[in-house]
Every structure is written in C-alpha cells, then in structure tokens.
T-cell receptor, first 116, second 113 residues
Framework: AQKVTQAQTEISVVEKEDVTLDCVYETRDTTYYLFWYKQPPSGELVFLIR??????QNEISGRYSWNFQKSTSSFNFTITASQVVDSAVYFCALSSLSNTGNQFYFGTGTSLTVIP | DGGITQSPKYLFRKEGQNVTLSCEQN?????MYWYRQDPGQGLRLIYYSQIVNDFQKGDIAEGYSVSREKKESFPLTVTSAQKNPTAFYLC????????????FGPGTRLTVL
C-alpha cells in the first residue's frame, strides 16, 4: 500500500525563522518518486520538486532545501529565512511503479503561516 | 500560455441537481485527473484518464461521472447521488511517459445549498 503522512497539520513561525515540514512515506516498491507542492490561498497547487528513489542527494533551490532519507522513509522540506509569501499549504506526494495510471498519493498537507 | 483551466471558479447548486465542472488543458498531456479536497483531508482521487475514451475510478468515485471524448477536455459531473458534494475540486494533467509531475488547474469550489 502507498501512503504519505504529514504529521504537522499547522505550523506558525515568525518571519526570517527557518522551518522544516516533515513527510514520511510508505511503499513496497523500489522505484518511486516523491514530490512537494505548494498551495497558496488562491487554491492552485504549484509544483516545487520531484525526487526519485535512487537519488538521495539533498537538493537546494534558493531558500528551499529537501532532505531525502530512504533509511527513515522521509522527504523533509526546509524553508530558510521564511517570508510571508511562504504562507501556504504544502503537500508531499508519492508515485510508484506499481500504480496503475501513475497515481499520486498525497499527504494531508501542512498549513504554514509566516507571521510578519 | 499553456496550462489548465477550470470553470467556473465558484459554483452553487441546489440539493438534488446534477452539475458539471469543466477542465480543459492545452499542454498536450495524455493523462488527466480529478481530485476532491476537503479541509484536513488532503487530495482524494475521484477519476483519472490516461487516454481518450478511457477512464478509471479513483478512491471516491461514487456519485461522480466523467467523460474523455477529447484529449484536451475531462469534465466531471457531480450527480445527485453524491451525498456530500460541497468541496474544492481540482483537475490535473501530466504526460504518460516518465515520472513527470502533475500540473494543476485553479480549482472549482462547489457549494450545495
């Protein structure tokens, strides 16, 4: 079974603080992809990053960084020096080879509020 | 500009009425998806389609129907059989090849009065 868990329902931080959003996944497949999406108040999901199961290198893009650890089945997302514009709901998702139609399995999301 | 459009943005319907949500994409994607989003429950898959004239049920297909007569279009009908239709509905698409991400439309917020 495929499952994604985002245990943090809501997080509030003060602007310029760093924040880490947790994502834990379950799959029996050896080939899979993990994704992070951002959903601002407007509602549309915006793709942030894709990572395959064979690449455990950490990724950094500006203030965003991702830590993928297969040993703990985690794909955590860190925002450095948070800004008010980072306020949104963030979703982690999993897609694996065994899915028919390449279904995506989404976590329940983490709502981040950055306080100015 | 390439992308996914959903209309209308807000939709109100009376209980017992069917309503159709539009989803159009000009990204030349083969696969299209419909999700339902409720507070605190993330995204749940309703239906998906990998090619024209073919579609499969997702996790919560009861009370919904779809069609895929054109590659660009994947309309979703919320029928009167859907017991709790008030929700935010998101349409997505992606290429079938590889492991590309899904692209999402702006969503339709349906409220049943």
């Amino acid at each position: 079974a495929q499952k994604v868990t985002q245990a943090q329902t809501e997080i509030s931080v003060v602007e310029k603080e760093d924040v880490t959003l947790d994502c834990v996944y379950e799959t029996r497949d050896t080939t899979y992809y993990l994704f992070w999406y951002k959903q601002p108040p407007s509602g549309e999901l915006v793709f942030l990053i894709r990572r395959n199961s064979f690449d455990e290198q950490n990724e950094i893009s500006g203030r965003y960084s991702w830590n993928f650890q297969k040993s703990t089945s985690s794909f955590n997302f860190t925002i450095t020096a948070s800004q008010v514009v980072d306020s949104a709901v963030y979703f982690c998702a999993l897609s694996s080879l065994s899915n028919t139609g390449n279904q995506f399995y989404f976590g329940t999301g983490t709502s981040l509020t950055v306080i100015p | 500009d390439g992308g996914i459009t959903q209309s209308p943005k807000y939709l109100f319907r009376k209980e017992g009425q069917n309503v159709t949500l539009s989803c159009e994409q000009n990204l030349n994607h083969d696969a299209m998806y419909w999700y339902r989003q409720d507070p605190g429950q993330g995204l749940r898959l309703i239906y998906y389609s990998q090619i024209v004239n073919d579609f499969q049920k997702g996790d919560i297909a009861e009370g919904y129907s779809v069609s895929r007569e054109k590659k660009e279009s994947f309309p979703l009908t919320v029928t009167s059989a859907q017991k709790n239709p008030t929700a935010f509905y998101l349409c997505a698409s992606r290429t079938r090849q590889g492991w590309n991400e899904q692209f999402f439309g702006p969503g339709t917020r349906l409220t049943v009065l």
